[in-house]
């Protein structure tokens, strides 16, 4: 390896996500861990620039999204109790004064969870999801100041995604992952009616609930913006033939809707006009990915996350009017710049695979595999202190999408399905392959790694193919289907069957992809990461993975954080795991 990781130090940049403007627009509120843990700040604006920001009392634990009302009395936050996934609703006043629990378990071990959707227009109203310990979901109006309560809806794998302003007709998602679809209620007692077909998932209503608007692939490969008119046909607001539509925003008077395209993992953006129709481009963003987007109420000004590979997530702001874009909370960008290159590869069947390379110098050297969660989800350019640790450290960075990855069309994302997934255990085999023959990697010093898929895709492979790999790293991975399915909280097992397979009917299959029980095939000596208090890859699977690689003579460390759930949020573990990642590494890989 270049240099010794014990003679290099780590030092996170802090990061700004889930911005959202007051309705007067003289403020942001924003999550950062700029103090260690995620909490909630609040960036003042003026004419003569930002002010310094203040932290607001959200209690000791960890937030994870923050949301002003529209009549600027509250904030809504999500908070997860011990860093775990049984997150709870809290409302405040702006000062931090008033905080009160709306939603969420108060129980230990905590049972269920709740989620905020958004503020409905209506008074200090707030939509919430609320998931009982059964898997069903209750969606529920909660007025933050009187504390009264009315479900709405409720079924197993429901979420809901909007309701029309005067409480009258509400937007619901129904069924598992790959298969959700959209149907309108009206409240409050009337019937469902369906809007469109699978795969629908992110939706809006008009201020009157006449017309829903859904990010859907229906009818097409490509996600796009589909106006649905209650009782009418559906209708086309922007699709693009090389582009998938990653996220939309309307405003809440209905007018216009910002639109963020996914273009081979970086963002562009676009205003549509929901009155008189079309669409305009904004100039291109000064980040690589937007994270989060959102509207003022007059739909005028944008309040954006986003980030690079040498630049932490923080907090924009674009007048949609003229397409200028202003920076007012977040770190600097780090002094020397992270270059993260698209490179295009083939399968050995033909399908065509990309990721993002990050070389640490030329020539062939040590170099890591990383595979991203999901597994419906995307490797894109994105701010990570782990590739730069380990770029420092002299080791080269494969992160790929392989088959079963978003942002790339429905047909892909489906290609790893049920027994499909072999394939996509030989994708982890060609990105080797690939790294190889580019001249990257050494092919004595290839490690693989990945976070729950990807830690379940790093077993796997590492099973499947020994001869590739000296070193692995499986974070928060599943290792046997079978008690996965049986420990991990009900809605998510219900939802995994269209991606995994049913746990009875398919048995046989998902015993054949279970990695543990072709343990005696592994051979890298492993490091395994997890958080205590993860309840959507339990911990019980790291026990098994450590228990079997140890009894079979293979070199294991098990790094446990007590105060982590499924995301490791605290800035202090994150060091941690990056050391250890680093360590083991260079043990292993000299």
Not at 9 to 15: A, G, K, Y
Not at 249 to 255: I, K, L, Q, R
Not at 565 to 587: P, Q, S
Request: hydrophobic share 40%; aromatic share 8%.
């Amino acid at each position: 390896m270049a240099a010794s990781t014990r003679s290099l130090t780590v030092d996170i940049s802090w990061t700004c996500r889930s911005p959202a403007l007051s309705p007067d627009k003289k403020a942001v509120a924003f999550v950062s861990d700029r103090d260690g843990s995620p909490r909630v700040w609040v960036q003042p604006l003026t004419r003569q620039g930002a002010r310094r920001a203040r932290v607001v009392d959200t209690g000791p634990e960890p937030v994870g999204d923050v949301l002003w009302s529209p009549d600027g009395e509250w904030l809504a936050v999500t908070v997860s109790p011990g860093g775990g996934e049984h997150t709870q609703v809290w409302a405040l006043r702006p000062d931090g004064t008033d905080r009160r629990l709306l939603a969420g378990p108060t129980e230990t071990p905590a049972r269920g969870s709740a989620v905020f959707v958004r503020w409905t227009g209506q008074g200090s109203t707030l939509l919430v999801a609320e998931l009982s310990a059964s898997g069903a979901t209750e969606a529920v109006l909660i007025d933050a100041c009187l504390g009264h309560r009315d479900t709405i809806a409720a079924g197993p794998l429901m979420w809901p995604s909007a309701v029309s302003r005067d409480h009258s007709r509400a937007l619901l998602r129904h069924g598992p992952r790959g298969m959700r679809e959209m149907s309108v209620a009206d409240l409050p007692f009337g019937e469902e009616r369906p809007l469109l077909p699978p795969t629908t998932d992110l939706g809006s209503l008009s201020p009157d609930g006449e017309v829903a608007y859904i990010r859907s692939n229906a009818g097409r490969d490509r996600s796009a913006l589909i106006a649905m008119p209650v009782g009418g046909a559906p209708q086309v607001v922007a699709e693009r033939p090389d582009a998938e539509l990653d996220r939309f925003s309307v405003s809440m008077d209905g007018t216009v809707a910002l639109l963020v395209w996914n273009v081979a993992g970086r963002c562009e953006l676009e205003v549509a006009d929901l009155i008189e129709g079309g669409t305009r481009p904004l100039p291109p963003p000064p980040v690589d990915v937007i994270s989060s987007a959102r509207l003022s109420l007059d739909g005028a000004l944008a309040v954006l996350a986003g980030e690079s590979p040498d630049t932490p997530s923080h907090v924009l702001l674009c007048e949609l009017a003229t397409g200028e874009y202003y920076r007012v909370a977040g770190d600097d960008p780090l002094p020397h710049q992270i270059h993260a290159e698209l490179v295009r590869f083939p399968a050995r069947d033909g399908l065509e695979l990309t990721g993002w390379l990050y070389r640490a110098g030329p020539g062939a050297g040590p170099c890591a595999i990383y595979l991203h969660g999901g597994p419906e989800s995307q490797e894109r350019p994105t701010f990570n202190p782990l590739f730069q640790r380990l770029l420092a450290a002299g080791v080269s960075v494969l992160a790929p999408n392989v088959r079963g990855s978003s942002g790339f069309g429905r047909a892909f994302q489906d290609a790893d399905n049920h027994a499909l997934r072999f394939h996509a255990i030989d994708d982890v085999a060609d990105c080797v392959g690939y790294v190889v023959g580019a001249g990257v990697a050494d092919p004595a010093r290839v490690a693989c790694m990945g976070r729950s898929y990807g830690g379940y895709l790093t077993l796997a492979a590492l099973v499947t193919y020994p001869e590739l790999f000296r070193a692995g790293v499986d974070v928060c991975g599943m290792a046997d289907f079978a008690t996965f399915y049986a420990r991990t909280e009900p809605w998510i097992a219900a939802a995994a069957v269209s991606e995994y397979g049913d746990p009875v009917a398919d048995h046989e299959l998902l015993w054949a992809l279970s990695p543990l029980h072709s343990f005696d095939r592994l051979t890298a000596p492993l490091l395994v990461v997890h958080g205590a208090q993860d309840t959507n890859v339990p911990v019980y699977e790291a026990e098994q993975v450590v228990a079997a690689a140890t009894a079979r003579g293979v070199p294991c460390r098990y790094l446990l954080f007590d105060d982590e759930g499924h995301e490791t949020l605290r800035k202090a573990n994150k060091i941690t795991f990056m050391e250890a990642v680093a360590d083991w590494f260079e043990r292993w890989m000299e």
